[in-house]
């Protein structure tokens, strides 16, 4: 079919939102040859057979049908059953509400919590959908900058010095995209504090909470604020599940009951036999054996990736001890922009690695580099690194 030539209206707040930066970059590295990507944040492997067979016998035994618009009963279950086991945390079925991703968990507590006259306090850097949701949601945007000496932590200081009258909500996200910090009790308990004192939302991203290094620990958020907290949460990292299109979301009931309004007008309900093989992969233990190989796998190429950078020139890495991504400072004396350095690596090296500035304006110095990739890629990937750098 052939369309008109014409100019097509469109409604001013699609306009408000940015193409991601990362997207440019791939854009880019697709025209050219032999390019390895770091830039990617996917787990490269593949989804655990077990859940991938729960899911082929939900399809034969009839799901196939709408579910409930807060999802199925079971599968709620076996998500509070999840944070009982594994935080000692008691969740009300009511309070869960199944989502397609961690994306879409963030996009209704966006929306459902925040107009206009209302503000937002969002991590520098973050990863990127947060600041385009409040756009949509035409809440304003202030940010809290993380800071290397912080660990990349948010200083609760500094927080209480940006709360206003028009303070609804603050986001956090650890382990954190895009710098892999972890979070430590005191900073959990301190911004829990905060959260209370000045009735405030807190908007707490956890779908890395299973890759950890170092002995590091997380924190569920709704631990320590649970009448504060709307906790995002996905199926996406922990079980390799992206495509899959699952997660949740746990706050309280009459929050969930209202995120569940415009839910039902989006997608109705996630997949319902996606919704069983959610049940497999939280309650058979070889879905968890798989996961506890994937974080031993990444804790091997961490070490690995983190060895090279170390040695190489022009480039320093922050210890991270989650997610799986590090987050590293270009040489200042370079006096190379995130972005130039990035285009250059890719251009001198023939790698991919996302500049910190598309996390926020202080991501400026940093890039992010990604080892959700073959082992064998990563070794060639940091030696074409090193080969560019020595050069400099
Ligand atoms: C911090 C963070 N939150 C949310 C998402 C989106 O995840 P999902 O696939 O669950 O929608 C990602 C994906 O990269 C992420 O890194």
Not at 50 to 62: C, M, N, Q, S, Y
Not at 303 to 311: A, D, G, I, S, V
Request: hydrophobic share 40%.
């Amino acid at each position: 079919m052939k369309y008109k030539k014409r100019k097509y209206f469109l409604a001013g707040r699609i306009n408000l939102i940015q193409r991601s930066k990362i997207r440019e970059l791939f854009e880019k590295a697709r025209k050219m040859e032999n390019v390895i990507s770091l830039g990617i944040g996917e787990p490269d492997f593949d989804t655990p057979e077990v859940i991938k067979e729960a899911a082929k016998r939900a399809l034969d035994e009839g799901y196939t049908h709408y579910t409930p618009n807060a999802g199925i009963p079971e599968f709620r279950e076996a998500i509070a059953e999840y944070y009982r086991e594994f935080y000692k945390i008691d969740v009300d079925v009511d309070s869960i509400l199944v989502t397609a991703g961690a994306y879409e968990a963030t996009y209704l507590a966006f929306e459902s919590l925040l107009e206009e006259g209302d503000d937002v306090i969002i991590p520098d850097p973050a990863f990127v959908c947060y600041v385009e949701d409040a756009k949509i949601s035409e809440a304003g945007i202030i940010r809290i900058p993380l800071r290397e000496e912080n660990r990349f932590r948010i200083d609760p200081d500094e927080l209480v010095e940006l709360i206003t009258k028009r303070t609804r909500m603050i986001v956090i996200n650890y382990p954190n995209n895009p710098t892999g910090a972890t979070l430590d009790k005191e900073t959990a308990k301190a911004i829990a504090q905060i959260a209370e004192d000045y009735n405030i939302y807190i908007l707490s991203d956890e779908p890395y909470e299973h890759f950890l290094y170092e002995g590091a620990r997380h924190y569920p958020m709704i631990k320590y604020a649970p009448d504060n907290t709307i906790l995002a949460n996905s199926f996406s990292k922990t079980f390799a599940m992206t495509g899959w299109r699952l997660g949740f979301a746990i706050a309280p009931p009459q929050v969930i009951k209202d995120m569940i309004k415009l839910h039902a007008y989006i997608i109705g309900n996630v997949t319902s036999f996606i919704q069983i093989a959610g049940i497999t992969a939280l309650r058979d233990k070889r879905s968890w054996e798989a996961v506890e190989n994937m974080r031993k796998i990444y804790a091997e190429r961490r070490k690995l990736t983190l060895r090279y950078l170390n040695e190489m020139p022009h480039i320093e890495p922050f210890r991270p001890k989650g997610a799986f991504y590090v987050w590293a400072k270009i040489d200042p004396e370079l006096d190379m922009s995130s972005e130039d350095f990035a285009e250059w690596l890719l251009e001198n090296a023939g790698v991919v690695v996302i500049p910190g500035t598309a996390f926020g304006k202080h991501g400026e110095g940093w890039i992010r580099i990604s080892y959700a990739t073959k082992k064998e890629q990563l070794i060639e990937a940091m030696e074409r690194m090193r080969r560019a750098l020595e050069k400099l």
